[in-house]
Structures are given as C-alpha cells and as structure tokens.
C-alpha cells in the first residue's frame, strides 16, 4: 500500500530508518521533520514503511529528492511501484519531473529510462564518499501529438499524449479493394486525399481538442505505397508547417512494435518482437524504444501475404487472412500434408513462398480432377503449420537472445490461433504480450505512441519512402 504525506514531520522516524539502511549519507532526522513543503509517498508492507520518494515541486517544476527501499525488500517491484504512483500523482501539476543519480547505478538509470525520463544534463563530482558525476534525468510532460496513417488502405489519425490514446479514427477503404481482390495502389492514394481531412477532423474532436491544443505532428512516412504514404506526409507537412509544429516521422513497423504499449502500459524493452503484417514478417531484438535489432526476415512471402494469396486460391473474399482465420475449423495434416521450408544461412529467417505454392496447387489439381477441397480443414492446416513455423523461429531467437518477454505485433497478431498458440508459451516461463485486435491492424494511435518515443524531426524535406529497414 502507499500513503500520501505533505510534510516529513509524522513520518520522520520511518523515513529516517529508510535513508540509514540505504545511503552512506542519509537525510538527518530533523531535515525530513522540517520538510514542511515535500511531498512523500511511503511503501507499507504488512504495516511497515519498507520504501519511499520524495518530490518538491516549485513553480510547476518537480525535484524528486530520493528514492529508497530497504535492502531486504528490493526485487520486488517496490520501487517502479512508488516511481509510477509519483508520475500519476504529480506529473499533472508540473511542467517536468528532473532528479540526480550516481552515474554508477545502473538500476536505478534503467528505472528512469523505464518510466521515459532522459538524460538532460551531467553535474561534474556531483557527489562524495565515493566522488562522482551525477547524471540529471528529466522526465518532461507528454506532448499531445497528432497523428496521421496513411501507408496503405486505411487513412487513419488519433490523438495521443504519451501512451495515452485519446482519440483513433480509422477510415478503411477495404470494401472497395475487395472488388479487385487486393489493394490497387492509384485507388488507394485517392481515397486517402479524399479521406484525410475529414478524418483528422474527427479525430481532435473526439479527443475533445483543436489544433491549438496539439504540441506535434506525427505522420507514418515509411514503408507503404508510395502515393499513399505522400497523402498523409503532405497533409501532415503542410499542418506542422502552418502551425510551427515540431513533426515527428515514424516508420510503420515501428508503429506496430508501439501498439503494445498502448495495450500493455507495463510492457518495457529490452524484449524479443515477432513483427508479422501484410507486407512483413520480421524477428527483431528491440533493446530499446528507438533501437531495432534484425535477426531475421522473410525471404520471400510474409505471413499474411501467404494467408492472403492462400485465401484467394480458397476462394475467401480480400483481406483473406481475416476469412480464413473465420472459416478454419480442425486442422489435418494427413488429409492436406504441407512442407515445412527448410532455408540455409541464417536460421532465423522466414519462406513462406513454399507453403504458399503448395496449397495453391493442391487446390489447383483437385479443380483439374473435379474433387472437392475441404476448405475449412485446408484452413485450420494452413494456419496450424504457419503457427508452428513461427512459434519455432521465435523460440530459437529467445534462446539465442537469452530474452524471456516475447511481444507480437502487426495485422497477422489478430490470428486466432497464433494468439492462442503464443499465450500458451507462458506455461513454459515466457511473457507473452500481444496488442489488442483493435490495435493488430493499421491505425493512427500506434503511430502517436511510436512517435512519443522517437528523436527524429522532419521539416519541408520530409519524404516518404517505399521501403525501408526497422532500424533505418
Ligand atoms: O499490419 P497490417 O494491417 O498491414 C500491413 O501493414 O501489412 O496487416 C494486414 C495483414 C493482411 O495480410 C491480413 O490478411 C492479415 O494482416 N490479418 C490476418 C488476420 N487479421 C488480419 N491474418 C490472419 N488471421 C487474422 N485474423
């Protein structure tokens, strides 16, 4: 449990044993009796006070004095439980929360860069018994950005504020692709332009803001079809620059990483992502917000374009890994055997082609001897071997990795049975986060929350670009 105190005097005595069992200099009893104006919030453990922060806040700046846990209750939490009350009590009422750590304490770094705090300053022999510098960490009040997707057949904006989303319009136009079975590309750009402003029009006002209440712009400029990406780069150029807008370009796969952490607001890396889309299938070691790791990709088809080409052989209506995925029912290796692909060099790489062309033309030749396909079963089977294809790789890059927390992301993380399958690798002492259905697909809020976490700004150079690698 935590307790809120202004004022040190009630609780001086327990906080003074605190600050003795951790600091070599700790605060004197009668400085923390005297602390009429700091804020405390204390950790009970069955009745005893086993940690607590400070903070003073002045002029709307936030100073957090110390952090502390005993010795005998550390490893469990206590500290990000006291650091996460402190950010939801007090970032409201201040512009910024800053504080100084030993340059050495790698934990407590590693706690800061967790709640998004980031370095802003050194202080040269800061601190004494040991001499060292102190590094200064901020963590500033998340700006309210707007943001804009429009990479492929969705136009889509939302407002954010960190991984708050507040609003999250999205526009599809699948209806209108399904007629030529998949996305054509000179369709989709105009319907972005026809979309866009109303779009983002619904998107401040369900957020309950106009453009004067947005701090930046955010826009997915990379990869996607490239008419499609310019609608929702020039819209977001021409707003950004109207209204001196800082404008934030963020890479669509990384969007899909973000969605996450919308949905798992405990979700920090370092962690292993298995990015599975339309377009992409990607192992990646995300090490940190803005740092991507590449262990391996798909060396021909990604996963949801098998499901997809795969479906349409089915007969199932475009996007066809959704129908599939509706109409599968018991797998059968026996009635339908498909290949596994078997790649050489590097063994966390994809081949879905393989898979792909074998179902194809195991439909094919059943039409030229006029047999029936039992459809629902060649679904389960299909889905059952993509699963195991992609449970495998993962498990292999876990165990090369030495990762535990296995995150899934992208349109394909929808699949009812990938979702399934992947939960239950928790029995074997992973953590598995996945996004939420709403958040599987495309859509502007993943966007938002990715661009809280880049350094990157664009300006009127701003471009789009087709294709691009995770870590570009
Ligand atoms: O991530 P996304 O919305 O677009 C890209 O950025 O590529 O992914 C779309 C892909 C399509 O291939 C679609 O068929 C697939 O995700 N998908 C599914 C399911 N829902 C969407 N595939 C299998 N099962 C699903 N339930």
């Known amino acids: 449990m935590i307790k809120e105190y202004f004022g040190g005097s009630d609780i001086a005595e327990q906080i003074y044993k605190i600050e003795n069992a951790c600091f070599t200099r700790p605060w004197e009893k009668d400085v ?123 136009t889509a904006a939302a407002v954010t504020q960190g991984r708050e989303v507040l609003s999250n319009v999205v526009a599809t136009q699948i209806d209108e692709h ?43 400029n990379r990869p996607g079809l490239i008419g499609a990406l310019l609608v929702g780069v020039n819209f977001a150029k021409g707003l950004a620059l109207q209204r001196g807008l800082p404008l934030i370009p963020v890479h669509h796969l990384r969007g899909h990483i973000a969605a996450n952490y919308i949905t798992n607001q405990d979700l920090t890396p370092p962690f292993l992502c298995l990015m599975i889309s339309g377009g992409n299938t990607v192992l990646c070691k995300v090490n940190d917000y803005d740092d991507f790791e590449i262990l391996g990709a798909t060396r021909d088809d990604a996963a949801g374009e098998c499901f997809d080409k795969c479906a349409r052989a089915m007969g199932l209506n ?21 290949p596994t692909p078997s790649l050489s060099g590097n063994h966390l790489d994809f081949s879905f082609s393989g898979l792909k062309t074998a179902v194809i033309n195991l439909i094919h030749n059943a039409q030229q001897k006029g047999e029936e396909v039992d459809i629902p079963v060649l679904a389960a089977t299909l889905r059952e071997k ?44 992973f953590a598995v986060y996945l996004p939420k259905p709403e958040y599987c697909g495309d859509n502007a809020a993943m966007i938002g929350v990715a661009a809280f976490y880049e350094k990157a700004r664009g300006d009127a150079s701003l471009n789009a670009y087709a294709t691009a690698p995770l870590n570009d």
């Open 178 to 220: 399904r007629l030529y079975g998949g996305v054509v590309p000179e369709i989709a750009s105009r319907r972005h332009l026809e979309a866009i402003s109303g779009v983002v029009e619904q998107a401040l006002s369900d957020a309950n803001c106009t453009v004067d209440d947005i701090d930046a712009v955010a826009v997915t």
């Open 32 to 154: 923390i009796k005297n602390s009429d104006k700091t804020c405390f919030l204390v950790y009970y453990q069955d009745g005893e006070a086993v940690g607590y922060v400070s903070i003073n806040i002045v002029l709307g700046e936030g100073f957090i004095n110390n952090i502390a846990v005993l010795p005998d209750f550390r490893r469990r939490k206590i500290a990000r439980k006291l650091m996460g009350k402190l950010i939801e009590l007090y970032l409201p009422r201040c512009e910024y929360i800053t504080l100084e750590v030993r340059k050495s304490n790698a934990a407590a770094i590693k706690l800061y860069k967790d709640y998004n705090f980031k370095q802003t300053g050194v202080r040269k022999n800061f601190y004494r018994d040991p001499q060292e510098d102190a590094l200064i960490y901020t963590l500033y009040k998340a700006q309210k950005i707007l943001a804009i997707e429009s990479s492929c057949d969705e």
């Open 386 to 429: 993509v699963t195991d294809i992609l449970i495998e790789k993962t498990i292999a890059a876990a165990t090369q990795t030495g990762l535990k927390k296995i995150v899934l992301a992208g349109g394909v993380s929808a699949n009812s049975e990938i979702r399934r399958r992947f939960k239950e690798l928790e029995n074997q002492g």
């Open 318 to 338: 475009y996007p066809g890994g959704v129908e599939l995925d509706k109409i599968a029912t018991v797998s059968d290796n026996k009635k339908y055997p498909l």
